[in-house]
């Protein structure tokens, strides 16, 4: 008999992170219960020799609150100021299956 299991409502956590600071974050987000994570190399638009990092995380919803702040006091140490931080559900736009493997199968 399966027994009824709630399961925990899953973001991508949006970074803008300057250039050799991947590190700090990545840190700050194993606090989080960060699911998985991808990073990539981004320009920007208006200085094309200028390369920040983007990552992208899967975090469950009740650690996106807590996990942002903790992002934002660590950027505000930064000087740069092209960071940024945002979260998007994931339940419109993923299948069951993924969600499954993503949560951990609900756990």
Do not use: H, W
Not at 12 to 39: M, Q
Not at 82 to 97: C, E, F, K, R, T
């Amino acid at each position: 008999m399966k027994k009824n299991t709630k399961l925990t409502r899953l973001y991508v956590l949006v970074l803008s992170v300057p250039r050799g600071k991947k590190e700090i974050i990545a840190d700050i987000l194993e606090k989080f219960d960060v699911i998985a994570y991808l990073t990539t190399v981004a320009r920007g638009s208006l200085d094309t020799g200028y390369t920040k990092r983007i990552m992208f995380c899967i975090i469950k919803e009740n650690y996106v609150k807590d996990a942002i702040l903790a992002i934002e006091d660590k950027f505000a140490t930064f000087n740069s100021k092209v960071s940024m931080v945002y979260a998007i559900p994931l339940d419109s736009i993923i299948g069951a299956q993924s969600y499954m493997m993503l949560s951990r199968g609900g756990k």
